[in-house]
């Protein structure tokens, strides 16, 4: 891993009225990284990544995402990063290829790219059975998977990942972290929020968010030992307090 830094957060801000979802948050999020970005609900982690992906103005701060400030270069930001929100992103009444279609149409690029890259995930994923069926029809866990594909089809710098596994078996879940490391060891870097406290030992960096501030910023080991623990939920009680 290279200390290229792909993400640069400096009193990062926004304000909702007098609420402060994200209060000056600083960090930096180093190239083919897996940054696990974790809190509560409502710890303004959400807020913090649309803000990162140029969805959402900041209030103040400064931020640059592969190497792309985020006021600035809003709409060249978003060619080289990937999305995938809580929802997946995906369209219920479009089939599972159409969708793949359609997502490289937006991502730019050509008809015959667009093919290969279908056929490649339709084979990755064991789809052939179900590559004709609306993605309405199709289970949680099968959508997520494709949704993650068509975050990166485009071979991102970064893809961001907003409680991606919310809602899915454990099972699911350990299958979506293999999609994850897999794309980590394609060079591509990872920025994934979620609450659940046991994915952060598949991180290589944490930050803990509470209350809009970054509490805890580390490794896994480094969290543990700094706060006498012997999990990441024992360090997020510690911080909640």
Not at 48 to 62: E, N, P
Not at 119 to 134: A, F, M, P, S, Y
Not at 139 to 152: D, E, M, N
Not at 200 to 210: K, P
Request: glycine residues 8%; proline residues 2%.
């Amino acid at each position: 891993m290279t200390e290229e830094k792909v993400i640069v957060a400096n009193n990062l801000t926004r304000t909702f009225g007098k609420f402060t979802a994200v209060d000056h948050i600083s960090f930096d999020v180093r190239r083919g990284e897996i940054f696990g970005f974790l809190g509560a609900n409502g710890a303004g982690k959400t807020t913090a990544t649309k803000m990162l992906t140029g969805i959402l103005s900041s209030s103040g701060g400064y931020a640059t995402v592969a190497g792309f400030d985020i006021k600035k270069h809003r709409n060249r930001l978003k060619k080289n990063i990937g999305y995938m929100s809580q929802k997946f992103s995906l369209y219920e009444d479009l089939t599972l290829k159409e969708n793949i279609r359609f997502y490289g149409g937006i991502y730019g690029l050509s008809k015959k790219e667009t093919a290969a890259k279908t056929g490649e995930i339709v084979e990755r994923l064991d789809l052939k059975q179900i590559e004709n069926t609306l993605i309405s029809e199709i289970p949680l866990g099968w959508k997520q998977k494709i949704a993650f594909s068509v975050a990166i089809i485009h071979s991102p710098k970064i893809v961001f990942l907003d409680e991606p596994t919310s809602g899915v078996d454990p099972i699911t879940r350990r299958q979506f972290w293999n999609l994850i490391y897999e794309a980590a060891e394609n060079g591509i870097t990872v920025f994934v929020t979620t609450h659940y406290m046991d994915e952060a030992e598949y991180c290589d960096r944490i930050s803990m968010m509470t209350e809009g501030k970054i509490a805890a910023l580390g490794s896994l080991h480094e969290l543990l030992t700094k706060y006498n623990s012997k999990s990441m939920d024992e360090v997020f009680i510690k911080l909640a307090r």
